[in-house]
C-alpha cells in the first residue's frame, strides 16, 4: 500500500505463539491461542487497510533513512477493546517507529473478539509493522 507521502508499509500478520510469555497475576487468563481468534472488524484486509491509512512514517526516522520491522503485542480483550496498558513493542527499530506502532493500534476499533469454549476471552495478538523507504 503506498500512503500519500509515498512510503510503502507492509503488514503481515505473525503466527500466534512465537514469542513466549511470561505469566504473572496481570498475564493470568490471557489466551496466545482461542480456539476462534480474534478478528479485526472486516477481516485481514480491513485490517491492512486501516494500518495503511492511519500509520505514518515519522520524519526523524525518515530524514535519518531508519528502516525496519517493528514487532508489536498487545491484548484483545473479552469485549473486542483493545487494552491501552497492554500494547508493548517486543523488537523494536527506532523510538519513534515503535511510538508510531503502539500509537496505530491504540487508534484501533473494537476486534471481534476470541472465543475459547464458547466464551469470550482474553487474547494476545502479535503484529509485525513493517516501515521501509522506497
Request: aromatic residues 4%.
Given at each position: 500500500m503506498m500512503?500519500?507521502?509515498g512510503i510503502t508499509i507492509l503488514f503481515s500478520i505473525l503466527l500466534k505463539g512465537v514469542f513466549?510469555?511470561?505469566?504473572?497475576?496481570?498475564?493470568?487468563?490471557?489466551h496466545s491461542i482461542a480456539e476462534v481468534n480474534p478478528e479485526f472488524p472486516g477481516g485481514e484486509k480491513a485490517l491492512f487497510e486501516f494500518l495503511g491509512e492511519n500509520t505514518k512514517f515519522p520524519a526523524i526516522a525518515k530524514d535519518a533513512g531508519i528502516q525496519g520491522i517493528v514487532y508489536v503485542q498487545f491484548v484483545i480483550m473479552e469485549d473486542g477493546s483493545?487494552?491501552?496498558?497492554?500494547?508493548?513493542?517486543l523488537r523494536g527499530v527506532h523510538p519513534a517507529l515503535d511510538q508510531e506502532a503502539i500509537r496505530v493500534i491504540k487508534l484501533m476499533p473494537n476486534w471481534v473478539p476470541g472465543y475459547q469454549r464458547g466464551q469470550a476471552v482474553r487474547v494476545y495478538y502479535k503484529l509485525p509493522f513493517r516501515f521501509y523507504l522506497k
Open positions: 500512503s500519500k507521502i513466549a510469555q511470561p505469566e504473572n497475576d496481570f498475564t493470568i487468563g490471557i483493545i487494552n491501552p496498558d497492554m500494547v508493548e513493542i
